[in-house]
């Protein structure tokens, strides 16, 4: 099938179905355009949990998916491919986490929300890269804190709060590989331009940010700024939603260490396809299912993170 016959048939069988699809600001440009909601991972859960649809396809990876699943049970959550996994979430298995909880008993859990359904329950509240220095910070100065499972974000968090939180060993393979050293001929090259990234990058990427902030604070302060041009520190599905409300700026992508590429992109993030979200609709599947008993432990942290922040 061809493009414009895809899409036309993706939202027939949306409009059949009543179904909703949510993509991530991550995903190929395509997939952004047909989607209803476009945003950050919790966003899209959130829009998951308020819309009246039968149906909602999570154009996303496996975890978002779920987050979806645990705020609207009663849903058909859908994903357009079961493999669109996350390096950050695999990087924290849950009965690891459950052992390294359990060895430090008098810590309170704050895990980040790129982890599976089981790793959130096992933890007392969830958190974003928008709001982790909030409610960190809500916090008493000497409380004993496990978080996980971005070491980068977790190291980001304690210099910015005065913290020592205990930091589970894991990390987003897109956001590790970004290259310095051509970060630093970027600059060079622009050097009216701002350095904006995500706080999961790694540390000698955050020194050199003029802003550092979540997916969507980053899209939100190169609206709002009167500066023209941006070095970009994320994964480059973004600069599609950055050029679309900035058309006369300048977004250029910083490459990762791999020198054959020019921009960053998740690997998991592209497995979704336009042929692949129509299939998914079609069939209805694949279909996000959760053990009861985990969702329930699971949408308590989530609520308690809302109540906070």
């Known amino acids: 099938m061809e493009t414009t016959q895809l899409i036309n048939a993706i939202n027939q069988l949306k409009k059949e179905k009543n179904a909703v699809i949510m993509a991530h600001y991550y995903q190929t440009g395509d997939i952004q355009d047909i989607a209803d909601h476009v945003g950050d991972s919790l966003a899209l859960a959130q829009w998951a949990a308020k819309t009246d649809a039968d149906i909602i396809v999570l154009c996303g990876v496996h975890f978002m998916g779920e987050t979806a699943k645990i705020l609207s049970p009663a849903k058909k959550v859908l994903v357009p491919d079961i493999n669109a996994g996350c390096s950050l979430a695999d990087s924290c298995p849950a009965d690891a986490f459950e052992a390294f909880t359990k060895a430090h008993p008098d810590h309170t859990v704050i895990s980040y929300v790129n982890t599976t359904a089981a790793v959130k329950a096992l933890t007392d509240v969830v958190v974003t890269s928008t709001n982790a220095k909030k409610i960190v910070g809500m916090f008493p100065k000497d409380a004993k804190i496990i978080f996980g499972p971005d070491r980068n974000l977790g190291n980001y968090i304690n210099s910015v709060t005065g913290r020592s939180m205990l930091l589970w060993d894991g990390a987003c393979h897109v956001h590790e590989q970004f290259s310095v050293e051509k970060l630093v001929k970027l600059k060079a090259e622009h050097p009216g331009a701002e350095i904006i990234a995500h706080p999961e990058c790694k540390k000698t990427v955050l020194v050199m940010a003029d802003f550092i902030g979540s997916t969507q604070a980053l899209l939100n302060y190169a609206t709002a700024s009167e500066k023209k041009s941006f070095l970009v520190a994320t994964e480059s599905g973004i600069l599609h939603e950055m050029q679309k409300q900035n058309p006369d700026k300048e977004f250029i ?17 592209r497995l979704n396809t336009l042929e692949k979200l129509y299939n998914c609709l079609l069939n209805e599947t694949p279909e996000i299912l959760i053990d009861e008993e985990i969702r329930v432990k699971a949408v308590k942290p989530i609520l308690r993170m809302l109540e906070m922040s």
């Open 253 to 269: 992508p910083v490459p990762p260490n791999d020198s054959t590429c020019a921009c960053n992109e998740c690997n998991f993030m």
